[in-house]
């Protein structure tokens, strides 16, 4: 079987219950996410063999932490356990034209304060085939840039597929910083994921015109776009991205663009009630490593990928909890409407 | 006052609560309901006099489902206890994309271990005079469909009306036998109940093409099964149906068709936002009961059934906890906001 | 800074967890709200200096409806203590086609109890700019209607601008009564918000046909309403009204309206899913009050108004827990998905 | 089967979650219950048949409470409905050194207003052997006072046992009106029950020293008033007493006096770790008419109602949810720990 | 490392919340656990190497109590998948003196039914050390003993310890079967745990008077009763049992004591307050054996388990969410009160 | 009035429901609290005039700990805002033998990370009594104590009597870091508590002979413990301790020494049964302030003291929820069991 590693930092999540505002919460559910950890969670209940690289805390947070990823099956021998403390972050969902809003405390954690030194590329890839890292990781400081450039090169040189998902963060830098790290990045990266707003901040390639909420009236923008991408990293042989059209916080539509090889697929558009908002772009990314993993054509990848992303939206906390069959069946289109 | 009987089995619900799912749920709400429990609990609700039969087992469980059909006014003076367990079964609530998804554990349970001899009809239907089962009485075991055959053969003889919501269930039958019982037991059934797939599942007659996501587009040929039930069994004096056009977990639109004494009638179609998709066909046939009980005209009754049947859609649970008035306020569209 | 007064009753609000019925609920959530105490506390959270008069019962609950406002930083100095009991009501969240339910358990409470000459309303309303009150207060008892004349009377006399927000409520009296109170204080009001039937019932002044389901396909006979009182009324100068069409529970379209100075502006239309649908009435006039108080121009107040109000929409609860610049967030159509 | 007959007030119970402060809860548990109604929903459900008598308002409060009753097998047939509301209390539970603590919101309720010709005791009474009610109903009104004598006089005349609980109320009347009232209504009574203060404050008897804190070393007092009260009161052969030795809100002795027909007969002494304080003197009053019914001896009657009595201290709201069998495994010292 | 194996069965627990009666409760909490289930997580959560073999339905149910499997740290590579359903039991938390209760609803399970073939144990043995399982697993049927003793053959020939949890529960089978059972197993089991009455009812020998309450005050007849085990079964080195006197659920002293290589050694008595008094004969086994695979000497050894087995009472659910720190924490009298 | 400042840092406390470990827990409940506050909010829901100066973020979360203040009737008009984010604190509630356990997350804070010259003290202490703070504050960093230096020789130079809760933390900094704070602040503390280990570790004072589970027993060696302490600090005239003895989480006694003016006052002692054991020093410390304010002769002052703190053993979260009356209740030793 084939084996994936992702890289990234694990936070707990604080939520008011239903959609509460944290000004009138007395309690908080409590989940453990993060991008590139959902990612491997997804892998590992769709039957992958998935392990995840991190720094968590020695104290019970971090256990915490750790006893989700190994609830779900992910591989967590690697981790790296010590160091100051577990990010948090806040996330009120909103509701219609309330927008969910999140509140990062994320400063100072087990993982952004971690050298670069503690990971030792050559042992924690030994034997993977794919490498899969965000761009929250490289936002967290420069060292951690310098991290995942020694990742890249390792990979580079022994033959593992590097899956960048851009995954632009506003709060957490700059347009500028985050160009600047792709431009060193990506010409090691060969499977990219650029979503919305991503293209321009992330790549400083223009996909879209700026109006977030009608991406998927912009197919052709963002094909060019992605063709811009692959003309500038010719070592990048597969850019996907997700266009929505937003109306509200629970409705939207969703659809993917993969351009592999040349050659692009957009997968059907998904008219959706949402009931979480958040992850769907792990999701995806997720679909598409499984896809690789198990060599679907074009196709039938895209619609994957997709299908496992609308279900996260409709799926409480950070993670995508469905198999490859439940997913299989959405993209079947499925009865909605059970027995 | 005119009574009615229901005869079936009665179940413990466990729910995640919200959409959760069970793999990251660590608690469950908990209903006990049943087809057969559902009709008998409308009804009472609804100021007529149901009782409900069926076999509970002599635990706590036994006695908690027992307090649940008490509370709200069922009489269950006839129900029998003993026998091993109470049948279970999780419900996992879905949401847009994601279908709801039921995981039955019910094998074994007290009911479903009854004898034939255990219920003596000449005693438990004296003074009935309505009879009601589902389908999925029927398909518990071959003693059962015995039980059920000596209790219609009883009504037919002492001129009780015999309701029989057919009610398939695919994951405890097959079509061929839902339809080998079907044949046995509608010649003593005088009005019957078929949604969507039920009638070529149970019936194996033709009502629509088989995407039962469309139904409401498919009124005339719904129509045309109809008029093949009362052709192949003239003791059935009435069929009614639930037909549907479903989007999502929450987006689906509703109407119903009656074909009483040989005239069809058909409500208003409601566009509804499901707040829970269950039991709805239950709270439909205890609304159409309620309207022979009450000597309700065809089209009076019709969309008193349908109103019920909608409402239930925005209650949790299995129970339809509405009264008469209820009912009747939505059947004259009243203002759907408060003041 | 200007000073706002509010003056009402606050209750204790009880609701089942989420869309549960009170018939099967082991257990409600509480809130402590009410018309004009939902204005103050709006007001306090959006930075205005905002002040509260009412009687609360001397025991726990009275206490705690106080640090609810107090929590909210709305002035509580002047509050009256004493006298029976605190009023509650019953609060069943509808669902689609089922609507809210509202039980009223208010009758004999502290405030519907006080006596006109427990307000001194020289004292009351030193150095306050604007004085709000709603019908709702009006319709508590005979006595109330006195307090509230000799309250409106001082402020004519002392140049403090009069806010009435109409708020009919059929429960508590008749159109007949309403508008017998109506006749004797407008004439003292300098602002009146009427929303729906509000113009009818309240005012006895016809604004639309009858049918609330279809407010804003009526705009042209709510304005002519609009004119009509300020022709019956020249000291009002301000007549503001929300209009809606309805679909159902969670679906809906708003916008308002307000003739200023004999000049009209309309905000946008919000088509809304509903996550609370109550006291948006008091939001949208705690917003048109703002607007005042910061001299903010004819659209701007229309416009913040209307977005303040279905910003409440979307939260738990009787209070609209947002602040200025998250009310300009949604007049600026910012994105309804966070990243 | 002999038959019981409660007559009382039922509430509406709201209680803060776990041992929260009201100041400080945004939830409430909700539970319906009355001293009256607890003694017929004990009687129920240790299998005797026993029927309620009051009045409930017809709303949805109403109705939830009704189902309570039908819920554990209460006769509710005989209940009126109508008038202005559901009597509520506030449950503080305290905790070590910080006692239980209750808001009452009672005035004013459907039963208080109730009128004395509203209940017609030769019907209500038909075929009842025992007569319940408590000192609670008398100490609503006159009006109620003037109820419960027409029907203890209808009792004598009809042979039909009363029973009596003084319990005594400080929130609700005053030892004098309390003592006037048991003046009047002792001549009638047949089985009275007075713990703790019951004696002094509603039978003006001396039965301890003041001090409620150390009642179990005060048996013999205790017996020089029980003995005091069958002479006072020729017709009453049975009185009856929880002592209680009482050290924090968890910790506290209980034991039991009955005095009948002449003979006394203690409980043996239980050492309790309490869960919930409350309505323990109504199970010990159900114990006693259980025992009454089924003709236990003395000794047995009175260890069977302290057991069930005792029961109740460890049972969430104010029912008292077990059987007979339940309660006699207690009585015979069953294992505390379950294997 | 040395290798742990425990086989048994593990099922769904489904409790009220707080000290709820099934009864009044609308709600369950959900865990996953069993005796040998737990002892396998104790040990992981302690560091060692620990495996479980069970067999586990192909559904929902069965993929959460794999999850919580992985989640402590368990190996689960060898569990089986398949077969009708998970076991379920329902356990009312008791309070005082109304003991906790337990309705089990486990017939019919995948491990129940799981045929004797299923399980090869020259694969599943391969590499352990010690092999663990409970009287519990025999209690399921004839089938299963049979599994066992060919399992304890194997490990006596390849020299892997066999540890034999007595666990007798009445609810299973009756002593008769128990003793019948241990009479075969006992020759090839080195280490037995026996509590309370487990030496009368599993082993037909001797250890106290009958009276479960008062077991700290019969040590030496206790011990006599170790004595005659490893007189009749000389391959059994070591026997463990846990010694109480129990007052209420709540109030209760725990000792231990261990015959290892005939030297008796006991644990200090801990007076407890229980939090939740289910799992700790479990967690006490693990501890055992955790001394058995780190060395401990035989006071340390004791110690140790004891300390680990109080530790359980203080925690919700079955399993002993505590590491070996916070075990030897409590060893070392830890001052209870934090800072 | 008289008017205290507090001064010191806030957090957000996250808590698992009931005594549920992080490891297992969903969900948290949410308090904001913290020494100083917990002081405050005391002595403003006690009736005083209680200020509170602190540095709280500019976010949700310092918006919320700032609503809690405000909703008991803190004065919060000179509380900073801004800073990186708000500190926060785990609370692991313990259950008999296993201690409660907290995991700090506070680096970082918008507190701690505050400068000295934010706090300009003329303005702070205009018209201040009383001053406040504890030896959390101090630890934090050698800025805030060069802060509190400076705010004490301001008190001291304008009659401002300084309280100083010693309150010792292990986890924040070493005896000998406390101990050379104390040395340099004593000279200007008027009033300073210390308990248990706080003598030794932050005073360098032997008080007892190093077992903090009986501290009651060890009274004459605190009292010269205090001795010392006036000795060494002239200007300080009244040291306060609480002293206890410790069986469990659950259970232990106490009881308070003060000594003022050279004469020493002991409370009764104490059986408590905790409810949540935390900030009960604080409680005890408001108590002691209030008796300052309002003139409570020696005896008065060190009962009423005791009283608040046992209390708020028996109240949820960091804050007393009691006020004067119900304090005065416990001193006169009400009954536990209300009526």
């Known amino acids: 079987m084939m084996k994936v590693l992702t890289f990234g930092e694990m936070m707990l999540r604080l939520k008011p219950s239903e959609s509460k505002r944290i000004l009138q919460s007395d309690s908080f559910e409590a ?46 021998g ?40 503690e990971f030792n590329w050559s042992e924690l890839l030994k034997d993977v085939d ?20 020694s990742a890249v090169k ?58 977030m909420k009608h991406g998927i009236d912009q197919v052709e923008s963002f094909k060019a776009g992605m063709r811009e991408v692959t003309k500038q990293y010719p070592n990048c042989h597969t850019v996907a991205s997700i266009l929505r059209n937003i109306q509200s916080v629970e409705d939207s539509q969703w659809t993917a663009l993969v351009l592999r090889d040349g050659i692009f697929a957009q997968s059907p558009v998904y008219k959706m009630h949402v009931y979480e908002g958040v992850a769907s772009g792990d999701a995806f990314g997720a679909g598409l490593i499984h896809g690789f993993l198990h060599d679907y054509d074009l196709q039938t990848q895209v619609n994957y990928a997709m299908a496992a992303s609308v279900l996260k939206l409709t799926i409480a906390g950070d993670l995508n909890l469905v198999n490859e069959s439940e997913i299989k069946s959405v993209m079947q289109g499925a009865d909605a409407m059970s027995r």
Chains 1, 2, 3, 4, 5, 6 share one sequence.
């Open 31 to 76: 989940n453990y996410g993060g991008s590139e950890a959902n990612v491997a969670v997804s892998l590992a209940l769709q039957g992958d063999d998935a392990s995840y690289v991190s720094k968590l805390p020695a104290n019970l947070l971090g256990d915490a932490a750790l006893g989700t990823l190994n609830r779900y099956g992910v591989n967590t």
């Open 78 to 117: 690697k981790i790296l356990r010590g160091g100051p403390r577990l990010g948090i972050y806040f996330f009120e969902k909103g509701a219609s034209i309330r927008g969910t809003n999140v509140v990062y405390d994320r400063a100072g954690s087990s993982f952004a304060e971690a050298k670069s030194d």
């Open 130 to 149: 794919y490498f899969h890292f965000s761009g929250i990781t490289a936002a967290l400081s420069k060292e951690m840039q310098e991290t995942l450039l």
């Open 154 to 211: 390792y990979c580079q040189e022994n033959n593992i597929t590097v899956v960048f998902d851009t995954n632009y963060r506003g709060k957490m830098w700059t347009p500028e910083e985050a160009q600047a790290f792709s431009k060193k990045v990506m010409p090691y990266v060969n499977v990219v994921l650029a979503n919305d707003e991503d293209f321009e901040a992330s790549l400083n390639i223009k996909a879209f015109d700026g109006d």
